[in-house]
């Protein structure tokens, strides 16, 4: 019987996958969240395609981590505040080297330490549980202050979703980050427009987003949440912040689902699960487009 690993690397021709690459793990991690998803039946797979890009940006030079020593003490510490898209982090572990490959088609089953929300018990490279929506941030600034108070050089990343950006939580986080002089920590928000059943601008309205953030007192600006470049360019503006006295934001713009047609913009596929005709014609959509 094919081994998980070797089904979901079978459009690399037998050659490794080069992961130090960015688009290379990005296609992977949405390789891997279909997998997982469609063996698990588990969902939120739009919010994984949409964040593939972030993720793997930041697994692929932007964190200083590493997999052989994953509680070295000058780590950077890297939370998904949008724990629901947990498998994304799992995949971006297990591909460079934190624990291996052929765990992830464990996820989401009875009894395994990959749980449907990102959790951290057991699992090298996961820093806290989270998927109670609103909480990444003030964690991540906490650690930050922490850092800050000990004289630590090391940064703090929180990914965080555009929906749940409407708590009340995430803005006193982000005035603390602000009066505090956090500019080691820096926030990514999944733009993606969609949460839950609606779109954010049908649930509660986000903009204008770069504006709040700037008032709030921080460093923020946009950028294509799909870009790697672009990603990789704004994270080192982001580090270059250090001294500033600011906290950084990056607002990703994104599209929920991308990288599959039929779930691009669509609501359901918060919740959907990937099987039959719907998993076979997202597995020759996300082939034909192997970097």
Wanted: charged share 20%; glycine share 10%; proline share 4%.
């Amino acid at each position: 019987m094919e081994s998980y690993e070797a089904l979901v690397h079978s459009a690399f021709g037998g050659k490794q996958p080069d992961v130090t690459d960015p688009d290379v793990l990005a296609w992977l991690i949405r390789r891997n969240g279909l997998e997982m998803s469609h063996i698990s039946r588990g969902s939120h797979i739009g919010s994984v395609f949409s964040a593939a890009e972030i993720i793997a940006v930041l697994y692929t030079g932007v964190l200083h981590v590493d997999p052989k020593n994953p509680k070295m003490p000058d780590r950077d510490r890297m939370i998904l505040s949008k724990g629901h898209a947990g498998s994304a982090v799992y995949a971006a572990l297990a591909e460079t080297g934190f624990f291996p490959v052929e765990q992830l088609k464990t996820h989401y089953g009875n009894g395994s330490i990959l749980s449907g929300h990102v959790s951290h018990k057991g699992i090298p490279g996961v820093e806290v549980s989270t998927g109670s929506l609103g909480h990444g941030l003030a964690v991540g600034a906490g650690m930050a202050l922490g850092a800050k108070m000990d004289g630590e050089a090391w940064r703090t990343w929180v990914v965080l979703g555009d929906g749940e950006c409407d708590e009340g939580s995430v803005w006193e986080a982000a005035l603390q980050a602000a009066q505090f002089g956090l500019d080691r920590l820096c926030a990514i928000v999944d733009y993606n427009h969609m949460q839950s059943l609606f779109t954010v601008e049908e649930t509660l309205r986000l903009e204008p987003f770069e504006a709040k953030w700037k008032d709030f007192g921080w460093n923020a600006q946009s950028v294509n949440g799909h870009d790697t470049k672009a990603l990789r360019a704004a994270c080192e503006r982001a580090k270059e912040n250090a001294g500033s006295g600011k906290p950084s934001v990056i607002l990703a713009h994104t599209v929920k689902g991308k990288g599959v047609s039929f779930m691009e913009n669509n609501i359901l596929w918060h919740y959907r699960t990937p099987q039959g005709e719907e998993y076979e014609a997202a597995l020759k959509e996300l082939e034909a487009q192997r970097p």
